[in-house]
């Protein structure tokens, strides 16, 4: 199976930082990667598939890159209403995996 | 609007079976696959079992590999999740969600619809 690994497990940042988070697949996945975002309580929101497409409505300040084996999700200039949990996700035909989520708190 | 609603948790203890449901509006069943996906208390994401179109092709995380029975009735927009021999590690919230339009056996875009989950606690 597929492991997806996501650093950092947390990350402090003020409003206006840029921030990455950086998702590791144990083995090459293609272009079938997805970033989620979840806030309590709420079910997760998608925000970008097949590595760097930005989800309809998503703000332009979040993206996505990578190949291979190593992905990441930027966000240019963080928002207060950025701050939440973030999972990869990757796809094969016979899966689907999520990283174990970075959470993105304030500083 | 696009909905999923699921529906079937509660406490049960283990060994036991429950069956999760998920009524689907708004949208046409039939030209999506679909996907069961947990998270434990405190916990991240952990996919459960997808469903293609038709429901002929089926996958299952090893967690829950001959446990769990993912089933739908597209005639009645809905969506299944038949769990048997319950342990207190699939305590969890449910979701049901919906691979994005176009999605199939070979292309992933994404799950772009969720529900709002039901609980599922296992525990004597």
């Known amino acids: 199976d597929i492991q997806m690994t996501q650093s950092p497990s947390t990350l402090s940042a003020s409003v206006g930082d840029r921030v990455t988070i950086t998702c590791r697949a144990s083995q090459s996945i293609g272009s079938w990667l997805a970033w989620y975002q979840q806030k309590p309580g709420k079910a997760p929101k998608l925000l970008i598939y097949m590595v760097s497409t930005l989800e309809g409505g998503v703000p332009s300040r979040f993206s996505g890159g990578g190949s291979g084996t190593e992905f990441t999700l930027t966000i240019s200039r963080l928002q207060p209403d950025d701050f939440a949990t973030y999972y990869c996700?990757?796809?094969?035909?016979?899966?689907?995996?999520f990283g174990g989520g970075t959470k993105v708190e304030i500083k | 609007q696009v909905q999923l609603v699921e529906s079937g948790g509660g406490l049960v203890k283990p060994g036991g079976s429950l069956r999760l449901s998920c009524a689907a509006s708004?949208?046409?069943?039939?030209?999506?696959?679909m996907s069961w996906i947990r998270q434990a208390p405190g916990k991240g994401l952990e996919w459960v079992s997808y469903s293609s179109r038709s429901g002929s092709t089926r996958y299952y995380a090893d967690s829950v590999k001959g446990r769990f029975t993912i089933s739908r009735d597209n005639d009645w927009s809905a969506l299944y999740l038949q769990m048997d021999s319950l342990r207190a590690e699939d305590t969890a919230v449910y979701y049901c969600?919906?691979?994005?339009?176009?999605?199939?056996?070979?292309?992933?875009?994404?799950?772009?619809?969720w529900g709002q989950g039901t609980t599922v606690t296992v525990s004597s």
């Open positions: 996700q990757q796809y094969n035909t016979y899966s689907l995996t």
């Open positions: 708004g949208f046409t069943l039939s030209d999506h696959y």
């Open positions: 969600a919906r691979h994005r339009s176009g999605s199939s056996l070979n292309y992933f875009y994404g799950v772009d619809v």
